[in-house]
Each structure stands twice: as structure tokens, then as C-alpha cells.
Nanobody
């Protein structure tokens, strides 16, 4: 059984930074592509970022491109989301997710096999 646990959320002022972490249990972490998603109040969950199994390829939603960076440490079974220049509209619950390495970037939720419980990020203006 694969389990994902996010951490690092909190309250930050606009323009600030946060780094989210997602610890993944199991010895097969390196076989998974990883994604970050978020759900803002009153909105549907949306794709934020994607990393290939080895971190060699990444993709971002247009709304976060240039501000957020996804990375991973396969030795620590952890994926990160560095968030800079945060805006109030980044306020959301952030989720990490894993899928068997498809080799293709995807923001389609149905293609992800495992999900974390989410961590709240609140950006004040």
C-alpha cells in the first residue's frame, strides 16, 4: 500500500514563499511520476505541477509557471513544491498524487493512483 503525506502548508503574506513536502511510503517511489494539485474554496481541484519519475522532466500550470518549482529526492521518497511570489489566489488545499510512470506529463486526475490528504496554504493580501 502506498501512502502520501503532505506537510509544509501554512499562512503566508502575499509575495512570500513556502515549500511543501510530500513523503511517500513504499519502496517503489522511483517508479512513480508525481503531481501536485490544489483546490481553492468553492472551486474544483486543478493541476499545479508534474514531475517525471526521475525529476528529469517537469510541467506546470500556466498560473504558477515561473513561481513554483517541483522537485523530488528519490533517496528520501519525497517530492517537493517550492512556491515563491505567492498570491492570494494561490490559497487552496494542496494535494500530492502519484501514478505509475507513464512518461507523459498529465494533469488528469483519473490517471493518478494515490493521493495525499492535503495541506492548507493560505496567502493573505
Amino acid at each position: 500500500q502506498v501512502q502520501l503525506v503532505e506537510s509544509g502548508g501554512g499562512l503566508v503574506q502575499a509575495g512570500g514563499s513556502l515549500r511543501l513536502s510530500c513523503a511517500v511510503s513504499g519502496r517503489t517511489f522511483r517508479t512513480y511520476d508525481m503531481g501536485w494539485f490544489r483546490r481553492a474554496p468553492g472551486k474544483e481541484r486543478e493541476f499545479v505541477a508534474w514531475s517525471s519519475w526521475n525529476g528529469g522532466s517537469t510541467r506546470y500550470a500556466d498560473s504558477v509557471k515561473g513561481r513554483f518549482t517541483i522537485s523530488r529526492d528519490n533517496a528520501k521518497n519525497t517530492v517537493y513544491l517550492q512556491m515563491n511570489s505567492l498570491k492570494p489566489e494561490d490559497t487552496a488545499v494542496y494535494y500530492c498524487a502519484a501514478n505509475q510512470a507513464l512518461g507523459v506529463p498529465t494533469g488528469r486526475e483519473e490517471l493518478y493512483d494515490y493521493w495525499g490528504q492535503g495541506t492548507q496554504v493560505t496567502v493573505s493580501s
